[in-house]
């Protein structure tokens, strides 16, 4: 079953995909974890998209596609969550178009719906790793010593784009851009909304429900 995961920032996108991995086998595909391996790597599409990230620009969808497809023909025959990515309309048409060509698609397209004042709470409190592997929450997911990751011992920052200020910029250009996804995938017919409050087991056994 291929599933996709979206929802505004903070709904818990990342921690349901790393649920769904360990519980149920599941291959997570993070176009944010793609461009940085390939950016890594030095791929021809890496440093295709280096060029736009450098330049301050959006990476075009060509080259975002093409990092899902490179992953697709690499996990064939699993099944996959995409998390990150369709984030337009037109790109979840993009995607379509390349599900078709190996035969595949999206089973079920799930929405994470959370109230805004909740968001800016978790996304406010998040603190991280400077390469974001290792992510905590001053409230809900401390750190055992204040501002030191349990893991590495390395400090932990705020992202810019976690404070309060720009992430109601970043929720304003999510409703804008990524919630008519909503109605793609209604009109698809296998849009699933599931409430994203509670603990996230809570929210994992919601979405485990209605893969069957």
Known sequence: MNILLFGPPGAGKGTQSS????????AHVSTGDLFRAAI????SLG???KKYI???ELVPDSVTVGMVEEELIRLKGKDIILDGFPRTVPQAEALNALLDKYELKIDKAFFLEVPEKLLMKRLTGRRM???GKN????EFNPPQQEGVCDVTGEPLIQRKDDREEVIATRLKAYEESTSPLKEFYKNQGNLVVVEGVGEPSDVFDRIASELV
């Open 54 to 56: 450098d330049a301050g």
């Open 135 to 138: 992510v905590y929450h001053l």
């Open 19 to 26: 649920l769904l991995v360990e519980n149920k086998g599941m």
């Open 40 to 43: 890594k790597s030095e791929t």
């Open 129 to 131: 790793t400077a390469d």
């Open 47 to 49: 440093i295709e998209a």
